[in-house]
């Protein structure tokens, strides 16, 4: 909300001045943004009077003025504005002004005699722009007929006003007008509240236009009425002009003027549509399938969506040819004022906050009346409103205005809302009498009643946000001032909960995927739906949508982590990178009809935690010690089971949609129950690849957080005083057998005194090897024994080893290299 300290003088003015009115109103929760003067700062730049304008001798572009400034003595000055004539007054910087910097160089600069093409010039006159009031430079600016000649131009123009800029929040939405400030600055400081003051303007006409409202949870009331013959060439009052400006509004025109200035002061919207160009009765309704409208912006709208029946439906103000408006968003081009317009039909309206909401972001657009309707605005002003603008309307284009037709259809309740007094002071943290609590609401002309120590409160007609008992504490709690509220450190026995053993940290993951050379990422939980459709291999119903997405590429929620972190790759190798290591930790969003509300978990959707990364590029920095070789599998894979220790890791081939069919795995964790699976690691399948414009392929992988983070009580367990003893084993198998099923074999033998088994070599032999098929391989396990007891033997030792070689050659058809 932006509005000059002026206009909010004029119905409420406290004994402050600019500063403390503006930290007065941000300790009340109305949050001063910026503050600011009208013009920035410069000296001596007064009204002044051309006296005459001549060609300059040398300059076909350039005049030579004699110009009083109220000096006692003619000034010459040579100009270049081509609006530079005798008889208009304009502002003049006198020699020593200090002017505002210039956009160019940055620095004020100083007003000197000089010479323009061989004549003296003993000044400058001015443009808006260079006084900084506007983009306007093409002439210098005209001032009214009146203005004094030598009166200093910051005085004259009231320069020194201060603009305010408020941040509001979504609740506060009485307090977009230039009459509710008013009322949270009088009911802030105790100064007396003046309202806007008009004359009812009576029906001269008997001319009406009959409204018809087909459904009441669109309009809860509307009030309209005709006026004729107004002149839409009028000119717009320079105070309404000026006040617009102040606010952020340009001037259009006087009836559109008129209109925003309504709006601005009092906080209800409307709109004038030309009556010449509407046919027969004005119907307000919901918009039929088909129906389009061209709106003022320039924008076509369709405003049905065809194949989306869950979109939110639009109202809309029509005649019997069609749609006129977008209810309570934006007017249509085809009935909008213009200069010809001689008859008009003024509406204005309570329209259902719920039927606004969405409906302008829906297009892409923004209003001051959606924002105001979709929050709420006053439903008792309605025809006050109405009356004020048709007042200003009658007074600056003339006209006669015909009754008021006021439809009183579905107003919202008002109901009344309790609060305890004791309840008030233990969440504000202050003690709170009923007379400090009294006075609040009489000064936010609440109307209420006491019952023992609990008030019951019946807002205002403008107060959409007073609903709950914690509403009416917050107004108690702005109202007694946030700075007046003690800081009182919270007395309590702290002591830090001790770290679950069984459970790691997500830091410590972080911290090792660091070391490991991984960056962290972290984006969005949106991702855009065409990659979400290639990673996962889905259709548009597995798709979880976002209803007002922040932009197309954020409109699904993402079921894995790998999108953004492949956006994030493909920025990189654009900014110049070659080797690239990332880790993402976060929520993925999955849906899931059976699941019922738990946490980590919203019902129809589960949301679990993974961490997932990629790796590109070489598989070490460039130096001199190895080899440059792309990153592979295996390597991406040993840094998981470096990060993940003491967790063992195991991967079984599988296909994924987002991976390569022949160069990706399933990863499991061995438990007592069965294999545990928490996700994949592979290449980037090749379509993606090339989907993605990627020189080569990333290893990617994405595991379950949650149980990668048990790990489990540690087992202590005594050094054995006895050396530990290895034998290699290695057997021929057939090469489609993967080397972790005979691991598994050979521990599902339950093998007495093995400590570990390890696979460190394979074998392949050419075609016509004479030892082994082209089929088969050779696998080399290293098996450590020990018993913690006594010196193995080489009995034991030779019974467990034939004991593994049997329970290959039986589950697996292995037999002895």
């Known amino acids: 909300m932006q509005f000059s300290e002026s206009w909010l003088r004029q119905y409420v003015n406290p004994e402050l001045d600019s500063a403390a009115l503006g930290h007065a109103m941000t300790m009340a929760g109305l949050e001063l943004e910026e503050q600011r003067s009208v013009a920035p700062a410069f000296t001596q730049i007064v009204v002044a009077q051309i006296l005459s304008a001549e060609q300059h001798p040398d300059a076909d572009r350039l005049r030579v003025c004699k110009v009083n400034a109220g000096t006692g003595q003619e000034l010459q000055i040579v100009c270049g504005a081509p609006n530079a004539r005798p008889g208009i007054k304009i502002p003049c910087a006198l020699v020593g002004a200090q002017l505002p910097p210039s956009e160019v160089g940055g ?45 200093d131009i910051r005085q004259y123009l009231d320069l020194d006003d201060q603009i305010f800029v408020i941040k509001l929040t979504p609740n506060k939405a009485d307090c977009l007008s230039l009459v509710g400030m008013a009322r949270e600055v009088a009911a802030i400081t105790g100064a007396v509240l003046k309202k806007p003051e ?5 029906a001269s006409i008997k001319d009406q236009r009959k409204v018809i409202v087909e459904n009441t949870e669109l309009c809860g009331r509307f009030a309209g009425r005709v006026i004729q013959g107004v002149n839409a060439k009028a000119k717009t009052p320079d105070w309404i002009v000026q006040r617009l400006a102040r606010a952020g509004q340009r001037s259009i025109s006087a009836l559109v003027d008129l209109s925003n200035y309504v709006m601005l002061e009092v906080g209800q919207p409307s709109h004038v549509f030309d009556l010449d160009k509407v046919t027969g009765d004005i119907i307000v309704r919901w918009a039929k399938t088909g129906e389009q409208l061209e709106l003022l912006n320039g924008q076509t709208v369709q405003l049905v969506e065809q194949n989306n029946p869950k979109a939110l439906s639009i109202g809309v103000v029509a005649d019997q040819n069609g749609p006129l408006a977008l209810a309570g968003i934006m007017g249509g081009n085809h009935c909008a004022v213009s200069d010809d317009t001689r008859n008009i039909f003024v509406e204005a309206a309570y329209w259902q906050p719920n039927a606004i ?66 309840r008030a002071s233990k969440v504000i943290g202050i003690p709170l009498t009923t007379q400090i609590v009294s006075g609040v609401f009489q000064g936010l002309n609440f109307d209420f009643k006491l019952e023992s120590d609990t008030f019951i409160v019946t807002p205002p007609s403008y107060r959409f946000d007073i609903e709950i008992e914690e509403d009416l504490i917050e107004e108690v709690a702005r109202m007694y001032g946030f700075e007046n509220i003690p800081d009182h450190p919270p007395v309590a026995s702290l002591k830090m909960s001790a770290k679950p053993e069984v459970k790691r940290a997500v830091h410590l993951l972080r911290q090792r995927f660091a070391l490991q050379g ?17 990673l996962v291999g889905a259709g548009d119903a597995t798709l979880i949508k976002v209803l007002n997405p922040i932009a197309s590429q954020y409109g699904v929620m993402r079921s894995n982590l790998w999108g953004g972190l492949l956006n994030n790759l493909k920025a990189n190798l654009n900014r110049g990178a070659t080797r690239v290591r990332l880790f993402e930790t976060g929520r993925v969003f999955k849906r899931d009809a ?37 990153v592979d599998f295996f390597d991406v894979k040993g840094d998981l089971e470096r990060v993940f220790d003491p967790l063992h890791l195991v991967t079984e081939t599988a296909q994924h949609p987002a991976l390569h069919p022949g160069r990706s795995a399933q990863v499991m964790m061995k438990s007592p129950e069965g294999p545990v699976i928490l996700g994949w690691i592979g290449e980037l399948h090749p379509g993606l690849q090339q989907a993605y ?28 005083k006895f050396p530990a003893v290895q034998r290699d084993l290695a057997v021929v198998v057939k090469q489609n057998i993967a080397a972790q ?53 080489d009995a034991q030792i030779e019974g467990v080893m034939s004991g593994l070689l049997a ?3 039986k589950k697996c058809a292995a037999r002895l290299r």
């Not at 414009?693 to 054995?720: K, M």
């Not at 050979?746 to 074998?763: G, T």
């Open 357 to 422: 909401q969405g409906r302008a972001r829906r297009f892409n657009f923004s209003t001051d009346a959606a924002h105001r309707f979709e929050r709420g605005v006053d439903p008792q002003a309605t025809v006050d409103c109405l009356e004020y603008l048709s007042a200003l309307i009658i007074q600056v284009c003339g006209g006669q205005a015909g009754p008021i037709n006021d439809q009183v259809l579905a107003m919202p309740e008002r109901k009344s809302v309790k609060m305890r007094l004791d």
């Open 594 to 630: 059976g699941v019922t509300v738990q946490p980590g978990k919203v019902a129809g959707f589960n949301q679990p935690q993974r961490i997932g990364g990629l790796a590109y590029g070489s598989f070490v920095p460039e130096q001199w010690a190895n080899a440059n070789r792309f």
């Open 807 to 809: 329970a290959l050659e």
């Open 693 to 720: 414009e990627l020189p080569q392929a990333p290893i990617l992988f994405e595991l379950d957080l949650e149980l990668l983070r048990n790990v489990g009580l540690p087992q202590p367990e005594e050094l054995s």
């Open 741 to 793: 099923v005979l691991l598994d074999a050979m521990y599902a033998s339950k093998p007495h005194f093995v400590r570990s088994i390890e696979l460190f070599d394979e074998f392949r032999p050419k075609a016509g090897s004479a030892s082994m098929a082209e089929d088969e391989k050779s696998l080399a396990f290293r098996v450590t024994l020990l018993n913690p007891e006594d010196t193995l033997q």
């Open 107 to 151: 620095k004020p600069f100083q007003i000197k005699v000089g010479k323009l093409r061989g004549v003296e010039s003993q000044g400058m006159l001015c443009s808006g722009k260079e006084l900084g009031l506007g983009d306007d430079h093409e002439g210098i600016l005209e001032l009214p007929a009146d203005a004094p000649v030598g009166k």
């Open 518 to 534: 991984y960056q962290e990422a972290v984006n969005f939980g949106f991702i855009d739906a065409e990659s979400e459709k290639r």
């Open 198 to 202: 008009w004359k009812a303007v009576p």
